[in-house]
């Protein structure tokens, strides 16, 4: 009985917390922030809707003409002619700029989903004792990653870095890097393939060749601590990593300390700050260059120092009350054929509006980690950042492999942004409608934020639910998450979805818990730009969105508990989802700005409602 008994128990925390611990998850590798050789530019590629690079009929191995990662000169073994022959050739493959999402690259690859091959040759610098990496930014969703014929490494999830070694599979001269690429989603894929925005496969973000030493620093951090210090450390990774001399120094604040790595390779910091450390706020984004230093490695980041805590109902940036003054963004740049290209100036473009255009000091990155530039920028600029794992409508509750692939996903994201002043919200998902298993899901993804990063907000987008009491509708939030959450944030469409007029909002009752600071991550009706109708009744017409804003923003400033908001969203964006043939054509249009940046009317409602909290 007693074994059975402990079986049984066994059983449960395995349910409840997946399979991996949490020290366990960090990625064997991160070199965040190195620059590295960027491999930008011009790729070759082969389309493999039916996989036959990756697999033969009945799952057997792929047929060797078909394996599109060989190391082989098709041309030349062509030329010499005999029995051998191949169906594929990536020498001479069509080309597309990496990164990029193939979906808008080509016309016939708008709504490709499935596996694509990618070969880019390049020649490495002398190693001469170093080691060398590849880090992608980002490949959507799946990546198998081959160098000169020999797979290097594989990751799964669309969104997140990943490093592979290459030291010992690269040759002097021309190298042949080929990466098959998998855009396909199911049920047990995180997201799953049922979402509100574009498929965008391809190798999306930037990819580095990286050059260290045979013992080298992984990984370093540095943050302002709730009781004045600065506390971080270094990581080092190699042969050489435990008992060397390490040295922390921020120029500008007179900071040099020294230390010795343990035998794990990681030394600690933690130093009272100095008088004169200036604060980052999103009025006053002040970032120090940080340097970490061993005898032969040195890396240096741009870091802000700043708290972030919540104090009963109240968000406390720096110790004061802040409102989160936002709106929420997907990765997809300005113009006509986005194709997920985030680069500095396209992501300056996106978040000046929030920061110049919208007074807003606050950004929800939905519905997944963007891209690294972004969220640097947000650092530069000052603005406060929502950061989200795509934990979205659905996932395998049950199934903890999957809460494993989540939280990966979360860790990876955790030890890329750590030392991002920025991001003060690390959110666990969006809209999963109540149960039980998928409360025991993101109850175990909470303990996970909340053991990798202590320092940070946990949140979540909730679902609503809307009664009717004494005739009067009421809107209430009981979800049994909350207690799991340091900020209650919450996705409202009355007005939009559902019954009620644009006059009843205002008079709308909330109903929530009054202990906790309350998060509009949501709100939005979609307009076509340049639709109008001064009745303001018909849907789609800017003055129905113009509308539904004034009177969501009435209804907001009667709860007394709302700490910030995030309207849905910046920008119109790309969904297949979306085909209502006059007014979307494949395009949710619930953004303030057109997809080329015309701005709604609704956009100078919200701005001039910003202007006014800044009083
Ligand atoms: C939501 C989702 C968001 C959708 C939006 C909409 O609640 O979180 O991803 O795009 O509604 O437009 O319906």
Redesign the pocket.
Known sequence: MRIMRALMAMVLVWLVAGTVAAQDLRPRVLLTGRSGDDLSGQWTYSKDLYRTGLTDINGWVAKSRMQRYRDVDVAAEEARGGATFFEFDLDRGPQMGIPGAWNSAEAELRYYNGLIWFQRKFTPQALEGRRAFLRFEAVNYRAYVYLNGKEVGRHEGGFTPFVVEITDALRSGENRLTVGVDSRHDDQSIPTEIT??DLYGGITRPVRVIYTPATFIDDATLELTGDGRLAGGIQLSGPGAAGQAVTLTVARLGVTVRATTDATGYAAFDLKAPRGLQRWSPETPVLYDVGFATADDRVSDRIGFRTIAVKGNEILLNGKPVFLRGVSMHEEELGSNPGRIINEASARALLSEIKYGLNGNYVRL??YPHSEVTVRLADEMGLLVWSEIPV?WTADWDNPAVLDKARRVQAETIYRDRNRASVIIWSIG??TPVSEPRTRFHSALSDTVRSLDPSRLIGA?LLVERKTVDGHPVIEIADPLLPKLDVMAV?T?AGW?GDDGLDDLPGMVWDVPADKPLIFS?F?ADALAGYFDPTATHKFSEDYQAQYYRRTLAMADRIGNLRGMSP?ILKDFR?PRREHPVYQNGW?R?GLLSETGERKMAFEILADYYKDKLH
């Open positions: 509100d925005w939905s519905h979205y969006n809209e987008a996705n469409y979805y949501e939005g849905w969904s949710n619930k």
